[in-house]
């Protein structure tokens, strides 16, 4: 009981803070347009990678899977680009349930490096023609990878700006997630056009493709950048100024008997 108070005195404090209108406050005005850009960065990133992929798809089967039958080395491509999307959610959970013990600042700036990492990884990889039937595997791990970060850019980004936001104004805040996203996927689709146009089809299909994804790297540094200017959210910040909770303690203390110590917490 004592625990539920602590923490619900602590969301009514930050909810408290949290109520003051953007309006009130030009300094807090402009800290939330930089949480938002901060934000939506790294979304930017995540998305910009998928947007790339989807639309370098049949590049990617030409340089990652045998040739012989263009039509299944296309449907490979697309399966792979399918697999970064089920390990979205994992990371979802994973990098959400993370982000609750340490806050959103750290696990976000992780999860840009990761995903961004993995785009320029991917831009690295030796084709089929050099190491064979690894060229696919190895775009396959690196997918993988990514998608379990995208999980987290996805579910961080939503509740940095819903927490930072003004309890009026927390629909409209969380909504330029959505604006980043598709703004990352006319950007990817945009460069391979201006790529296709300026370098030609057979300079894009041996070489270009690969300096699309080295883009990440940029990005990915100025989203870091960003992302380390930023304080913790004004909800986890309050949480952590009343300590730790009980049931971390006990934790703590007790280790592997933390069962036994939560018995003896309960009765005294």
């Keep these: 009981m004592d ?8 969301l009514a404090e930050a909810a408290a803070h949290s109520a003051q209108t953007p309006y009130d406050d030009a300094e807090r005005s402009r800290r939330m347009r930089k949480v938002i850009w901060a934000a939506g960065a790294g979304h930017f990133v995540e998305w910009f990678d998928f947007g790339l992929y989807g639309t370098l798809a049949t590049v990617i089967s030409l340089n990652f899977f045998q040739q012989g039958n263009t039509q299944a080395a296309l449907l490979s491509a697309f399966a792979v680009f399918g697999a970064g999307f089920v390990m979205r959610p994992l990371g979802g959970l994973f990098w959400g349930s993370l982000g609750d013990r340490i806050g959103r600042k750290t696990v976000l700036a992780t999860v840009i490096l990761v995903t961004s990492g993995a785009t320029v990884v991917m831009g690295l990889l030796p084709t089929f023609d050099l190491i064979g039937l690894w060229a696919p595997i ?3 791990i690196v997918r993988l990878v990514q998608g379990f970060a995208a999980g987290g850019e996805s579910s961080g980004a939503t509740t940095l700006l819903a927490e930072y936001a ?103």
Excluded: M
């Excluded at 625990?3 to 602590?10: K, M, Y």
């Excluded at 990817?188 to 299909?205: E, H, K, Q, R």
């Excluded at 309050?238 to 006990?250: E, L, M």
């Design 3 to 10: 625990e539920s108070r602590t923490q619900a005195a602590a």
């Design 138 to 140: 190895l775009l396959v």
């Design 166 to 268: 003004p309890s009026n104004r927390r629909g409209f805040v969380t909504s330029f997630i959505d604006v980043f996203g598709f703004a990352a996927f006319v950007v990817g689709a945009g460069l391979v056009l201006l790529f296709t146009s300026t370098l030609g089809t057979d300079a894009l299909n041996e070489w270009g493709w690969r300096a699309l994804f080295f883009l990440a790297l940029p990005l990915g540094l100025a989203g870091l950048y960003l992302r380390n200017k930023l304080e913790d959210t004004p909800e986890f910040q309050a949480i952590q100024a009343k300590g730790p909770s009980r049931s971390h303690r006990c934790a703590r203390r007790c280790g592997p008997r933390g069962k036994r110590c939560s018995s003896a917490s309960a009765s005294s």
